[in-house]
């Protein structure tokens, strides 16, 4: 029998700062959930935050606490409670996890963060379907649970040129929710607070742009099962001075060690970029695979869902209105096809995965023979794998592996 | 009995059958054995290289190196290398047909198509989704349903005089498919053939085909009048390797040469 050496992965420092990024973030919501202090807003992952905090909402993002179901690998015993009531097996996993959560009472915060026992009750939930329609319906679930407004953007799908035609709808729509937030706030909005915010979240936008670019060293400093954990103040702390003082740390270690030439992985042999979602509850799993054979997933579209270019603080709801729309997931196949294909050139990659989520099309990019024009055009090798965010009935380990593994000999064999 | 002359062993634990197989250097095939997996896939692995061995009048000294591959492959414990069935099979499939080729194989449990190009580099694959339609276990899942025993399928469809076509791509509801059927009084010939059919429609259309294609794997061993319908699905000849069960093992051999 072949001895399988243990690889090594080298965990980032600053990882620890993250982690105490997010339980400030957790702590402060369930302080605010407990004694009222500040108004909370649910956000999507994607959604107007700058708009909420300049209202002085603490903002709460349901997707992330989905994520942690995934990681924690509670969602698949969730996910069948939601289905119960009417919430179709074949949707966001992300919804029926957290849905079903709530029906069991229970929470993977109450497991990491001591004396948290539910989620922050919202005071309001604001939606973006830049991503999908699901989450749409997923707020709208718990305003009827708790009796609170729900409010949201109706975003244009499959977005080839953003023209000023989508942003001055998106700014209107966006300009529309203030009266009903100002409502529950019991504040008006403050301009200048909210360009801050915006102010801000460009400033945090720009430096997890380049931690995800630091990945482009060679070997890569990062691996996108770390992007997954770190890009957590992106998602939950743009807009705040916190969450950029997290990068600018993470930012100098990275580039320290990219100086060093130092990698994530001890020996990186080939480098390839991911195009999907994570399988939240095989992270740990996924990540020594590769790293056994040596191969280093730097880069994918997923992390860079949360860089917001466009954000203009002198022109806060139309640049957010652009910046909220050039999003990936809201584009056409054109725009995909050709970022992805200028990604994969930046990271100089030998090959990519794309992992088709079963209960998540939007970010399956893999449906409409994208991987097949692309292999043509690149000459870069694909694989697909089959699985899903947060439902591992959907899965087989042992096939994920055997095409992974298959698929690095085949870089091997060249 | 001990031969003089080095071998290469190549062993396949696949989900349903374990097959070996004995090379020399000139890559010819000494000896071999297939034998179910079962539950220790140790010992089965090692039943089949005892059989194999003394078919290839050697013993276990005379192996120079040996490679595993398939679903057992980490469970062998007198393996030097293991690699994935996906490697093997293309390598197994490229010393009978040196050529640029598609293989199909059609496992117990899964189902490859992969793509060679003229110097024996893989280009490209896939496997089957976590569905078992359209593999062996398809198969084994419709013969007592049918009460008919495995072996006597092939026989079966080809008497077939007006197949039985199934839609669903799901084994539960062909099942439910073949029900209705039998309800109907269709006859058991002409829904085997449909069984059948449905099994290479599953594996067509995983993927678009080159001018030259190869099919291996247990299923098509023992149910050649699938090669026979699938050429006529796709209108080309199809090749099959002499021993279609064991190109992985044979593969795994060809790996331990080097």
């Known amino acids: ?414 | 009995m001990t031969g003089s002359c080095p071998v290469y062993a190549g062993v396949d634990v696949g989900a349903s059958r374990t097959k070996v197989a004995i090379m020399n250097a000139d890559g010819e095939l000494l000896g071999f054995h297939i034998k179910k997996s079962g539950t220790d896939f140790k010992a089965t692995a090692d039943d089949c290289l005892e059989s194999s061995l003394q078919m290839a009048q050697a013993a276990r000294i005379d192996i120079v190196k040996t490679v595993s591959t398939g679903y057992g492959r980490r469970n062998v414990s007198f393996s030097d290398d293991s690699k994935t069935e996906i490697g093997c099979h293309a390598k197994g499939c490229f010393l009978y047909f040196p050529m640029a080729i598609t293989i199909i194989d059609i496992g117990g449990q899964d189902n490859k198509v992969i793509k060679l190009d003229h110097n024996g580099r893989r280009i490209g694959f896939k496997m089957n989704r976590k569905c078992s339609a359209g593999t062996g276990a398809f198969l084994e899942e419709m013969s007592p349903r049918l009460e008919i025993p495995l072996e006597e399928m092939d026989g079966l469809a080809r008497q077939s005089t007006d197949m039985v076509k199934l839609g669903s791509f799901c084994t539960v509801f062909s099942a439910t498919e073949v029900l209705e059927n039998i309800r109907n009084g269709k006859k058991v010939t002409d829904i085997v053939k449909g069984l059948f059919y449905s099994v290479i429609k599953r594996v067509i259309e995983m993927d678009a085909f080159t001018e030259n294609v190869v099919m291996t794997g247990g299923v098509v061993a023992h149910n050649p009048f699938l090669v026979s319908m699938t050429e006529e699905y796709i209108g080309q000849k199809i090749l099959v390797p002499e021993h279609p069960q064991l190109t992985g093992a044979i593969g795994a051999a060809l790996y331990a040469m080097g």
């Open chain 1, 1 to 414: 029998m072949s001895d399988e050496k243990k690889p090594v992965i080298r965990r980032l420092t600053t990882s620890k700062d993250m982690g105490k990024f997010m339980a400030d973030y957790y702590y402060e919501l369930d302080d605010a959930a407990k004694t009222g202090k500040q108004k909370i807003a649910w956000c999507t992952s994607v959604g107007p935050a700058e708009i909420l905090r300049g209202m002085g909402f603490l903002t709460y993002f349901p997707e992330t606490h989905s994520a942690m179901l995934g990681t924690s690998r509670m969602a698949t015993d969730l996910i069948p409670k939601a289905n119960a009531i009417g919430y179709s097996p074949d949707i966001c996993s992300y919804l029926t996890a957290d849905i079903g959560a709530f029906l069991e009472g229970v929470t993977p915060l109450a497991k990491v963060f001591k004396g948290i026992e539910s989620p922050p009750k919202p005071d309001v939930l604001v939606f973006n379907t830049n991503q999908c329609r699901d989450v749409q319906d997923w707020f709208n679930w718990y305003g009827e649970k708790f009796n609170v407004p729900v409010v949201g953007v109706h975003s244009y799908v499959g977005v080839g040129d953003v023209t000023s035609a989508h942003v001055t709808s998106i700014a209107k729509q966006m300009e529309n929710m203030v009266e009903p937030l100002e409502k529950v706030a019991g504040r008006k909005l403050d301009m200048d607070e909210f360009k801050q915010a915006v102010a801000l979240s460009r400033e945090c936008s720009d430096l997890w742009e380049k931690c995800l670019a630091a990945a482009a060293a060679k070997p890569s400093p990062l691996t996108f099962f770390d992007g997954t954990t770190l890009m957590g103040p992106a998602v939950v702390g743009r807009g705040t001075q916190k969450a950029i003082d997290a990068y600018n740390l993470l930012l100098e270690e990275l580039e320290e060690r990219a100086d060093q030439g130092l990698g994530a992985l001890e020996e990186e042999r080939f480098r390839i970029y991911w195009d999907g979602m994570p399988v939240w509850g095989r992270l740990g799993m996924h990540s020594k695979l590769f790293a056994s054979l040596k191969t280093n997933v730097i880069a994918s579209t997923y992390c860079s869902s949360w860089i917001f270019s466009a954000l203009d603080p002198d022109d806060p709801f139309n640049s957010m209105a652009r910046a909220y729309t050039e999003l990936f997931i809201v584009r056409g196949d054109d725009y995909k096809e050709q970022y992805i294909k200028e990604r994969m050139d930046f990271f100089n990659v030998d090959g990519i995965i794309y992992h088709d989520a079963k209960t998540c099309p939007n970010n399956s990019n893999c449906r409409y023979g994208m991987p097949q024009r692309l292999a043509e055009e690149t000459g870069i090798p694909s694989l697909t794998i089959n699985g899903d965010l947060n439902d591992l009935r959907l899965l087989s380990d042992e096939q994920t592996k055997t095409n992974v593994e298959a698929f690095i000999e085949q870089l091997e064999e060249g």
